[in-house]
C-alpha cells in the first residue's frame, strides 16, 4: 500500500509530470507526447509503473476546451493503463497571452483529472481489483464530460463566479476510488499558482522590500511592490490576472503578511 497522500505531497509527486507539458509545444494528433511513469521510481513505489500520459492536440466538433480520456490495453499480457490528455486545437491558433492562459488553464484542469484517476489506479492496483474498478472508471469519465457541459452552461449565467475561473470542486475530479481526504480543487489551484511559482517573481529583494514596507505601516507601498511581480508572473506562467488576484486573497497575500508582524 503506498502512503497516504496530502496535498503537498500530490503536488510533488506529480509537478514534475505536469513539467513535461509545454503548453507551447503540444503535439498534434496522430502524433501524442507519451510519458511513461514506469520512468521514474516515485510513481513505481505508488503503484503506477503500468501507466502511460498521453497527450496531444486535435480539431474538436465541441467548443470544449479539453478533456481526458481513460482506456486499458493488455501488451503481451502486460496491462497498460493510459490515461490521455485532449487539448482543442482552437487553442493553438496563435500564441496570444489570452490563448497561452486557456492552453495552460486547461491542460492543469485535465492534468487534475488524471491525477485523480491515477490515485484511483495506483490504489486499485495494490488491492488487485481490477477489471470491474478499471470499467467503473471509464463510466466516470464519461459521466464527467456531461458535467463540462453543464459547468460550461453555468459559466454563461454568471460570469463573476470561480467557475468562470474554471475552478471546479473536488467532486468534479473525484473518482471515489482515491486514498486522498484533501481536495483535488487545492490540488489544481495549488498546480496553477503555488508559492514556489509565485516567488520566481517575488523574489527574495521585493519579499524584503514588502515585509519593510509592512512593518512601517505602508500598505500602499506594499502593494506598489507586490504588483511589480505579477506582470511578469502573468506573461511568463500563462497565468490570468484574476486567478493571481484569487490566490493572492486566499493565501499568499496572508502569508507574507504573516512574515511581517
Ligand atoms: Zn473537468
Known sequence: MPPKLDVISVIKLFRPLLEKIDIDNVPEEPSHQMELLSENR?????????CVLSVCRRNFKSKANGFYTFSYKEYEGQPIYFLNIYVNNSLFVSNSPGLRIERRRTIIHEFTHCIAAFLSI???????????LVKALIS???????VHYQSLLIQFENAASTIALDIFPDEHF???????????????????LDRLIF???????????????????????????????????????????????????????????????
Open 140 to 146: 466516470r469519465v464519461k459521466i464527467n464530460a456531461e
Open 42 to 50: 516515485q510513481y513505481i513505489i505508488s503503484g503506477l509503473e503500468d
Open 174 to 192: 473525484r473518482l471515489g476510488y482515491e486514498d486522498f481526504d484533501y481536495s483535488f480543487s487545492v490540488v489544481y489551484k495549488q498546480l496553477t
Open 199 to 261: 516567488e520566481k517573481y517575488f523574489t527574495d529583494d521585493l519579499r524584503a522590500k514588502f515585509i519593510n514596507a509592512i512593518k512601517k505601516g505602508n500598505t500602499a507601498n506594499a502593494s506598489a511592490i507586490l504588483r511589480q511581480a505579477l506582470s511578469e508572473l502573468i506573461a511568463n506562467e500563462a497565468i490570468s490576472a484574476d486567478f493571481i488576484n484569487l490566490r493572492l486573497r486566499e493565501e499568499l497575500i496572508a502569508y507574507y503578511y504573516r512574515k511581517a508582524s
Open 122 to 132: 495506483g490504489r486499485l492496483l495494490t488491492d488487485k481489483l481490477i477489471d470491474d
